[in-house]
């Protein structure tokens, strides 16, 4: 912090990037603050509430963060049971935890380290219930960081990543707090009790749509990084003779090892832009609804939601192929992926469970679907959804990125009107619409897959097109965004064939192409891993250094084990001496005998 102030770094994206420096193989038990506490403040308290609290969170005066999910519900919010009563005699909030599922718990960093939270909590005033809202709440005393009157704080144990973290439990029992702790920038309460209606009600979601959005920067993050180990391994470690009786090969010339890792380091940049993509998409809607314009929330919600399922789906699925392809060391925490891998699949279910989300974005499709059948115009984003279905491919040998963003737009559009027509076919056979919703959620998720894929293919091309960038550098992410689009479809070639948009020829085309892009990329992978340019220190990786002394650093990393503090560990005296005793005290007595 004190240094992050001497070095005058002020913007949200430099101080990010200096904390995981610092902390590089941990989660820092201050990233709820900085990330979901601090700027809820910002964005949801009212200007006054603002200049008040944001100066301390920044200052980290107050350290916070978000408090929402319950023992008894995480994804349906209207469920949550933490009530907060306006009592207008003392103008104040009393939060409660009625019942036992009502206990807040998994919220980061409230067990030992926050002194306040943004509690999620159903608002009562005049005997009516107005839905959740969020309210500051001071949790520990500020002079010696002891629990407040009122409250049962505490850790709720080990987890498969988030070491860092400590995830808690807390219990309110009729707790006070100011009227003015209410986040009011939206919806408010007057001293009267007077319950003020916000423009829309999912306005208090906004915290959870602004992180769904830095997540897909994560997933970025974690596959790129786990990329890097996997392929600069790969370039030291040799193994087998590739020409017989020739010397062994470095595992990256194998075609198996290229189809595993390439791939994957295409997704990595397609994700890093996808990201960047997501960003400017996030500033400029949230901005509009900052101003008081709501109309492009449901998009900015829909696009937020599935993109975060996506990227984070593919990133896990990417780290752990990684991970194999580094054989057996990819199984120690020497390699670094597992750390990775474990922190970063948390991502599949915090911030909203991902086939919870996928069917958040399915459903504004399936209403898209409707609105386009209907000869309304719909937002450009998805504008693919009124396309001619009977369409053929024009795919050729170049594989042009005109012909497969057609691909990519014919798949989802085709997968989303599959889906739209069973929901509509289900409605006809007399279910009830959510029942008839419920029936064809599978192939939603399948369709809203497509269109995320759809996205992030088109985005790829958007920008090679349009940014300036000398040729060299244009060629070989040209051949990156190719082998992205492609692969993609190889694997999933059913869902690209069931109309006979490709004929065999183009089949043959798009497999010929994959190895060739392999090819194409071999000689410029490390160089391409290298360009993330994540320091030795960050990857905390013996496998993926940057001078690739992988034997040297695995031999040292092995010897720090605590196991080797001693030649004779204790467990021999304790346990495996005494039993060979016994042993052998027996065999004498059954010589005897
Ligand atoms: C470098 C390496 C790092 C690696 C690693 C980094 C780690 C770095 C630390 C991270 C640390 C983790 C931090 C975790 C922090 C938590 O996890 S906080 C808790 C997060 N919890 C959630 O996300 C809960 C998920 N649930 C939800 O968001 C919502 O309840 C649901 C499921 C989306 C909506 O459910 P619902 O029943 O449909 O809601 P309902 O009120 O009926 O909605 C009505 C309408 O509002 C719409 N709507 C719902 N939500 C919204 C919204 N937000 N905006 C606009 N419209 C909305 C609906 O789509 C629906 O629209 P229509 O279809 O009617 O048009
Ligand atoms: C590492 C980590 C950190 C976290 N940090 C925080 C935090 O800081 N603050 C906080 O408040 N919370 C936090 N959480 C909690 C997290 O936000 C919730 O766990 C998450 O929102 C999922 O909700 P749930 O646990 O209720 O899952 P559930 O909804 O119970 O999911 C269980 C299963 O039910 C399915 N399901 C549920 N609803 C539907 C539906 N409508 N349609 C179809 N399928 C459905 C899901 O797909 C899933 O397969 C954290 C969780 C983790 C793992």
């Given at each position: 912090m004190d240094r992050m102030e001497e070095l005058g770094f002020r913007s949200e994206t430099d101080r990010q990037i200096f904390r995981e420096a610092a902390a590089p193989v941990e989660l820092s038990p201050f990233g709820l603050h900085s990330g979901m506490f601090v700027p809820t403040l910002e964005r949801q308290g009212t200007p006054e509430q603002s200049r008040k609290w944001v100066p301390l969170g920044k200052s980290f005066k107050m350290i916070g963060t978000y408090a929402q999910t319950e023992l008894g519900h995480g994804t349906f919010i209207r469920g949550l049971e933490t009530t907060a009563t306006f009592d207008p005699e003392t103008q104040e909030f009393i939060l409660d935890s009625p019942t036992l599922s009502s206990i807040k718990y998994w919220p980061g960093n409230v067990a030992k380290t926050v002194n306040h939270c943004l509690v999620m909590a159903q608002?009562?005033?005049?005997g009516k219930c107005h839905g959740t809202h969020l309210f500051l709440v001071q949790v520990r005393n500020m002079e010696d960081h002891t629990i407040m009157p009122g409250l049962e704080i505490g850790d709720i144990g080990p987890k498969l990543g988030f070491d860092g973290v400590d995830n808690g439990f807390m219990r309110f029992n009729k707790y006070r707090i100011p009227r003015m702790n209410m986040l009011m920038r939206y919806a408010k309460v007057l001293e009267n009790g007077d319950y003020i209606k916000p423009k829309n009600a999912k306005l208090t979601y906004g915290?959870?749509?602004?992180?769904?959005?830095?997540?897909?920067?994560?997933?970025?993050?974690?596959?790129?990084?786990?990329?890097?180990?996997?392929?600069?391994?790969?370039?030291?470690?040799?193994?087998?003779?590739?020409?017989?009786?020739?010397?062994?090969?470095?595992?990256?010339?194998?075609q198996t090892q290229q189809y595993k890792l390439f791939p994957l380091l295409a997704t990595s940049y397609a994700f890093l832009l996808a990201a960047e993509g997501m960003s400017q998409i996030y500033a400029k809607i949230s901005s509009d609804i900052e101003r008081g314009n709501l109309e492009d929330m449901p998009q900015l919600h829909a696009l937020a939601c599935g993109l975060k399922a996506f990227c984070t789906w593919v990133a896990c699925e990417g780290i752990e192929v990684c991970r194999m392809s580094c054989g057996g060391h990819g199984y120690s925490h020497a390699s670094g992926i597992p750390k990775i891998y474990a922190n970063i699949v948390g991502a599949?279910?915090?911030?909203?469970?991902?086939?919870?989300?996928?069917?958040?974005?399915?459903?504004?499709?399936?209403?898209?679907?409707?609105?386009?059948?209907r000869g309304e115009s719909l937002p450009e984003l998805i504008q693919y959804l009124t396309t001619d279905l009977n369409v053929k491919s024009t795919l050729g040998e170049d594989c042009s990125f005109e012909s497969l963003v057609a691909a990519y737009s014919h798949r989802a559009a085709r997968m989303v009107a599959v889906a739209c027509k069973l929901q509509q076919t289900n409605k006809k056979k007399g279910m009830a619409g959510h029942?008839?919703?419920?029936?064809?959620?599978?192939?939603?998720?399948?369709?809203?897959?497509?269109?995320?894929?759809l996205f992030i293919v088109r985005n790829f091309v958007t920008i090679l097109s349009q940014k300036k960038i000398d040729?060299?550098?244009?060629?070989?992410?040209?051949?990156?965004?190719?082998?992205?689009?492609?692969?993609?479809?190889?694997?999933?070639?059913?869902?690209?064939?069931?109309?006979?948009?490709f004929n065999q020829d183009q089949v043959s085309i798009l497999n010929r192409k994959v190895l060739a892009l392999l090819e194409d990329i071999r000689p410029n992978a490390v160089a391409?891993?290298?360009?993330?340019?994540?320091?030795?220190?960050?990857?905390?990786?013996?496998?993926?250094?940057?001078?690739?002394?992988?034997?040297?650093?695995?031999?040292?990393?092995?010897?720090?084990?605590?196991?080797?503090?001693?030649?004779?560990?204790?467990?021999?005296?304790?346990?495996?001496?005494?039993?060979?005793?016994?042993r052998s005290e027996s065999k004498n007595i059954s010589a005897k005998l």
């Open positions: 608002l009562y005033t005049q915290a959870m749509v602004m992180i769904r959005v830095f997540i897909v920067m994560d997933a970025f993050k974690t596959l790129s990084r786990a990329a890097v180990i996997a392929v600069r391994y790969s370039a030291v470690r040799r193994q087998s003779e590739l020409r017989p009786g020739g010397e062994e090969a470095q595992v990256m010339d194998y599949c279910t915090y911030e909203g469970e991902n086939t919870v989300m996928m069917l958040q974005t399915a459903r504004y499709l399936s209403k898209c679907y409707i609105r386009g059948q029942d008839a919703w419920n029936k064809s959620t599978v192939p939603f998720i399948a369709a809203t897959k497509a269109h995320c894929h040729p060299a550098t244009h060629n070989v992410l040209s051949q990156l965004c190719t082998l992205y689009a492609v692969y993609g479809i190889v694997e999933n070639m059913g869902e690209f064939m069931q109309d006979g948009y391409l891993v290298d360009a993330f340019d994540y320091p030795d220190h960050l990857l905390q990786s013996c496998l993926g250094r940057y001078d690739g002394q992988v034997y040297e650093a695995l031999y040292e990393y092995s010897k720090s084990s605590p196991l080797n503090n001693t030649d004779i560990h204790s467990s021999y005296y304790n346990y495996i001496r005494p039993m060979m005793q016994k």
